[in-house]
């Protein structure tokens, strides 16, 4: 994909000439930010990495400052590198800087998506639907089963195949974002869907890495004459949409099909639905329904699953963090249970445990891009009109002067006098975005990782082979959605109490 990005340049170089003649140029007059040197009409196309762009926007900060421009192709860019930064503009200055730049790839077959619409009144009212559910204190209760559901299948598909573990990662972020939204109880990884929402989340996180934002998929198709390889992309984006649509289509129908025959499960698109023919004053319609929940299974799939694999890679690598967290859960909760939501407040290790995992690698580390609606100047500096507004999440993450020691996964940075303590530095502040864009399903995931690292953690332990293979370290896939690489690992339970409980819960089953 990225030699595509490269070989698109040639064919788009006009393009960013005729911008500079035609204005693009008068840029360079105004105090713009400072940055890497451009090189003539592609601008800095080769200073964005191809791997962990978000180290070098850090290194960036070191050598330019908090603010940082970079042009490729003729678009501006403004890199944010510091809370104050990305307070003062993408909250405190939220109307200019709430649009969506228009991700080339992603207009091929995402324009139904709020989370890609441009700032506006349909944006909007669809986000308003979305959070309805996914953010109302109410709903979030509700999905309570769900996650308890899938908790209960990953522990126990760990104990009958301990080397899938990462596959059956997948699946729970999977089945509670089906079981909420649709209603369907998802049971193995080779479920069509899943393998659909793998298989569309795969191309979202290529098209949202930083050196995809402004190549044109159709200019490439257009460049490439069919017998030099152009069907072969053309047939891998149609395939692309074709699954996309599939994913936004197929569930929904689904659901309606079960409220004809009135075996609905209470869900999102079932609630809405049933709303839908209630109600006579509602400015919603069966469009609407469909996209929100498709929208919550494209967002939340590769997220949790990146999430999840990120807290098992942190436990192997940190054993002792592991019994501390243990060794809460025995005193709070007993060995003859397992911790569940109400034990949330007296365990502060294990939820500083999951703030440390969203911390020490967040699964979008680069976020999703804003756009700039209006020219503006900050500190001196001037940001103009149309620029794509970036904040390196991974970066604030990482700054010693909030996260001393950043490398190291200490969730005790977040206890105060036993207690949790993250007024002042709350990781999911960043981790989800910013201002009015902020992700909506923060609550949700907040939710589902707690439990999923609470009742692994009451009944396995997971540590590194014995076997004297190299040792595994952290390291972690590029694009915009991240997580580790493969690592090998050895999962067991953790005593014979853990084992009994295990057992019972086969047995409920
Ligand atoms: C670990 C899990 C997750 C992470 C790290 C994450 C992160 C993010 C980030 C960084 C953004 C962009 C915010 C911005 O533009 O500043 C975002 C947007 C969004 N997220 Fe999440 N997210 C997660 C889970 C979820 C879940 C579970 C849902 C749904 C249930 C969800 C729904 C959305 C939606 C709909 C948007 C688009 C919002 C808009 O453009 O108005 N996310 N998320």
Redesign the pocket.
């Known amino acids: 994909m990225v030699s595509l990005a490269i070989g698109c340049i040639a064919s788009t170089a006009a393009l960013a000439a005729a911008f500079v003649f035609l204005g693009g140029g008068k840029l360079r007059r105004r105090p713009l930010p400072p940055g890497p040197r451009p090189l003539p009409l592609i601008g800095n196309v080769f200073d964005i990495p191809r791997s962990n762009a978000w180290e070098r926007f850090i290194e960036w900060k070191d050598l330019y400052g908090e603010v940082v421009y970079i042009s490729i192709l003729g678009r501006s860019i403004v890199l944010l590198n510091s809370v104050k930064s990305t307070t003062d503009l993408?909250e405190k200055r939220a109307p200019s800087y709430s649009d969506?730049p228009q991700f080339p790839l992603i207009k091929v077959g995402h324009q139904w998506n709020?989370?890609?619409?441009p700032y506006g009144r349909e944006?909007q009212s669809l986000?308003r639907t979305?959070t309805s559910q996914?953010n109302s204190m109410a709903t979030l209760r509700s999905f309570y089963d769900a996650h308890r559901a899938s908790a209960t299948t990953f522990l126990l598909n760990v104990l009958h195949k301990p080397e899938e573990l990462s596959n059956h990662m997948r699946i729970r972020g999977a089945q509670v974002?089906f079981e909420v939204?649709y209603g369907i109880s998802v049971q193995s990884w080779d479920d069509t869907l899943v393998q659909t929402a793998e298989a569309v989340m795969d191309v979202v996180s290529i098209a949202l890495y930083p050196s995809m934002w402004i190549i044109n998929p159709i200019s490439i198709l257009n460049s490439f004459p069919r017998w030099l390889g152009g069907g072969i992309v053309a047939a891998r984006v149609r395939r692309w949409q074709a699954d996309l649509e599939n994913l936004r289509n197929a569930p929904f129908e689904v659901v309606k099909k079960s409220l004809a025959t009135g075996t609905a499960k209470p869900c999102f698109t079932a609630n809405l639905l049933q709303e839908l023919e209630t109600s006579s004053e509602n400015n919603m319609n069966e469009g609407i329904i469909r996209d929100t929940a498709a929208?919550?299974l494209g967002?939340?799939y590769e997220?949790?699953f990146?999430?999840g694999e990120v807290f098992l890679l942190a436990m192997l690598l940190n054993e002792p963090v592991q019994g501390s967290a243990q060794r809460e859960i025995d005193s709070v909760v007993g060995s003859d249970r397992l911790p569940d939501f109400i034990d949330r407040e007296r365990l502060p290790f294990v939820t500083a445990v999951m703030k440390e995992v969203?911390r020490w690698h967040?699964?979008?580390p680069t976020?999703?891009?804003?756009e700039l609606t209006h020219d503006d100047m900050y500190e001196g500096m001037f940001l103009p009109a149309g620029s794509i507004v970036m904040?390196n999440?991974w970066g604030l993450l990482h700054d010693p002067t909030m996260y001393p020691d950043p490398f190291t996964f200490d969730p005790s940075r977040f206890i105060r006098d036993g207690k949790l303590d993250c007024t002042k530095n709350d990781p999911s502040r960043f981790?989800?975005?910013?201002?009015?864009?902020?992700?909506?399903?923060?609550l949700?995931?907040e939710d589902?990782?707690w439990l999923m690292i609470a009742q692994f953690l009451a009944v396995y332990s997971i540590s590194p082979p014995s076997n004297g293979g190299p040792p595994p370290k952290a390291a972690f896939t590029s694009g915009a959605i991240s997580r580790p690489l493969p690592f090998k690992h050895v999962v067991r339970p953790r005593s014979q109490a853990a084992q009994n409980l295990l057992t019972q819960l086969a047995q409920g089953q």
């Open positions: 993408l969506r709020f989370g890609f619409k944006w986000r979305f996914y974002i939204t929208i919550a967002a939340a997220t949790t990146a999430a969203l967040p699964p979008a976020g999703i891009p804003h904040a999440i981790v989800f975005g910013f201002g009015r864009r902020a992700c909506p399903g923060r949700f995931t589902s990782l």
